[in-house]
């Protein structure tokens, strides 16, 4: 092939992406425009076309509206995984215990390891919160399910672990979602 041809067709490629970029990034601006001077000037000038015009409209935002979504969704994930990776530099570990008591209430216990740096020295802090569940619906499901059907009474969490699961589970389903 001429270098021609190659330049036109990646010229055209490039604009193509670029056009796709400034219209995802600016559609609603795009659509308060259309709605306050495009779609008015076809009325005055063009009524018949106002409908077409509108309805091309539609079938557009049918396609950018989601893929929208899709980047808002993908930048929040973004950045939620790199506050909890900046978290995890320094919480060690979360542990979640469920504990049923003599009194039928739940008594939720949290500790918390972190490290901190004292004097030029990392230091392990331990925090421990308790709490009483008053209410049975307020158990998460795998704890009440286990004690309903088990007749578990003790139950730990390893929040962290689960909060890396599902971030790591979060960022595969975002993968497949956008290769799909």
Known sequence: MPI?????QALLTFLI?????????????ILNWADQTLF??????LPGLEQHVRHAFAEV????????????????FTEIKEAWE???KYLLK???????????Q???????WATRELESKQVVVRREVQE?????????????????ERGTKTHDMDMTKVRDDELRDGERELTMTNHN
């Open 94 to 104: 979360v542990l979640v215990q469920f504990e049923l008591n003599t009194q039928n």
């Open 4 to 8: 021609d041809v190659l330049f036109v």
């Open 17 to 29: 992406v670029g056009t796709v970029a400034v219209v995802l990034t600016f559609w609603n601006q």
């Open 61 to 76: 935002h049918k396609v950018v509206g989601p893929i929208r979504k899709n980047f808002k969704t993908l930048k929040q």
């Open 132 to 148: 009483i569940v008053k209410d049975v619906d307020s158990l998460p499901d795998d704890v009440r399910l286990k004690w309903l």
């Open 106 to 112: 739940w008594v939720k216990r949290i500790t918390s």
């Open 86 to 88: 900046m978290l995890r």
């Open 40 to 45: 008015p000037w076809i009325r005055d000038n």
